[in-house]
């Protein structure tokens, strides 16, 4: 029943007016924190996990601008 209703929810915040592209990655970012709470508040542990990974995914890499470029970052 909780994968009926939060497909339910999935679907009718899908069928909302036309989404813009997201404005940033902190806007996906956000979204994908958004989305990965109610799958764990739903219990549906396999799509948390893929929206974790997700998530992992969508983080900003940032380098050391003093590293050499040999360094292991």
Do not use: C, H, N
């Amino acid at each position: 029943m909780k994968r009926l209703s939060f497909r339910l929810s999935q679907a009718v915040a899908g069928g909302r007016a036309a989404k813009a592209a997201p404005e940033s990655r902190g806007v996906v970012l956000e979204r994908l924190l958004r989305k990965r709470a109610a799958a764990y508040q739903a219990g549906l542990d396999d799509q948390e996990q893929m929206l974790r990974d997700q998530i992992r995914w969508s983080l900003p890499i940032e380098r050391d601008p003093e590293a050499t470029p040999d360094d292991p970052a």
